[in-house]
């Protein structure tokens, strides 16, 4: 199995890992919905790095402090701000909407992505890529016309297109960090960066959680961690502007998990502009990317404490 995965093309594995990713975070969506509704989005966040950090030194403890070494302290803050930053308010959306309406206004965050490698990254704006993302915002736009009042963009929405900017900006980090750090730093120091700010804001409004709601944000953690480590899998061996539009997939994902969970269906233009999202991903070029690394995918986060001195990282 692993070999034949290996004879895919870097942006086609980057596909796969972002697809499973996808899956992996509408999980997330899933728990942080079902915590009590009188539990401020603050301190979901900082439930959710209480129950997830004691993990990871634990890990730490029995595998040595090499897994955590970085030479790249400020980007590992910045993306920490801008991991949890997008999950505020995404779960603030969330009290909002139904998954499956979140998710569709998240979209817009692979047209970011697919801009801001361009500027950052320095990745090629081809004639393809550019066709594909006007014509992914064309979709974009189908979906949230809706609920638009004129030139007045309602609350829960405004903070989706927040959280979609702030979730492609760390992905970007992501992209540059993986060059330098490994998988497992990459996952711990936002753990921490999350307790240290969410933390003492959420000791302000503290309201007294149940038992349930302390599981659902584990539940969010954990599946968060997941999503985190598919995300840096994609990003190693592809470019980032061609592996963002496969978060297009979350949208069946939360359709179902609406209706498994929540007994809820999106409004029906929601599917004619996903529709349209989705042409634009099949006008992107799967064929590129990184040649096949002999990397085994299964292998533990121990394993990944030394980067190669040649990591999947192409210029488009």
């Keep these: 199995m692993t070999e034949t995965l290996l004879r895919l093309s870097g942006n086609v594995r980057g596909v796969l890992w ?5 899956a992996s975070g509408v999980c997330v969506d899933v728990c942080a919905k079902l915590v009590s509704h009188d539990v401020p989005t603050a301190q979901i966040l900082a439930m959710r790095a209480l129950t997830t950090v ?19 302290p400020m980007a590992h803050l910045a993306r920490g701000m801008l991991w949890y930053g997008s999950l505020f308010f995404v779960f603030f959306a969330l009290r909002q909407m139904s998954i499956a309406e979140v998710n569709a206004y998240l979209f817009i965050e692979a047209l970011l992505t697919v801009l801001l490698a361009v500027v950052i990254l320095g990745e090629k704006l081809t004639a393809r890529k550019l066709i594909a993302t006007l014509l992914g915002l064309v979709g974009v736009w189908v979906m949230c016309a809706p609920r638009m ?3 007045g963009v309602p609350l829960g929405v405004g903070a989706a297109l927040i959280g979609a900017f702030c979730f492609s900006a760390q992905t970007l980090f992501a992209k540059v960090l993986t060059r330098t750090e490994t998988n497992f730093s990459m996952l711990f120091w936002p753990q921490i960066i999350a307790v240290m700010i969410w933390v003492p804001i959420a000791l ?47 949208l069946p994902f939360s359709v179902a998990m609406d209706l498994i969970f929540f007994d809820m269906l999106p409004m029906p233009v929601i599917f004619i502009g996903a529709g349209i999202v989705v042409l634009a991903v099949m006008l992107l070029d799967y064929k590129g990317g990184e040649a ?25």
């Design 149 to 151: 009042d004129g030139f």
């Design 204 to 250: 302000i409004t503290w309201y007294p959680a149940a038992l349930a709601d302390w599981l659902y944000s584990a539940g969010a953690g954990f599946f968060a961690m997941m999503t985190n480590y598919m995300v840096l899998r994609a990003v190693r061996v592809a470019d980032a502007s061609v592996v963002s539009p496969a978060a297009y997939t979350a």
């Design 54 to 72: 004691p993990v990871f030194l634990i890990i730490v403890m029995f595998l040595g402090t090499r897994l955590v070494r970085t030479k790249r």
């Design 292 to 316: 096949p690394v002999e990397v085994d995918d299964a292998a533990s986060i121990a394993d990944e404490d030394a980067p190669s001195a040649k990591p999947a990282i192409r210029d488009a």
């Design 18 to 22: 972002m697809t499973a990713a996808m």
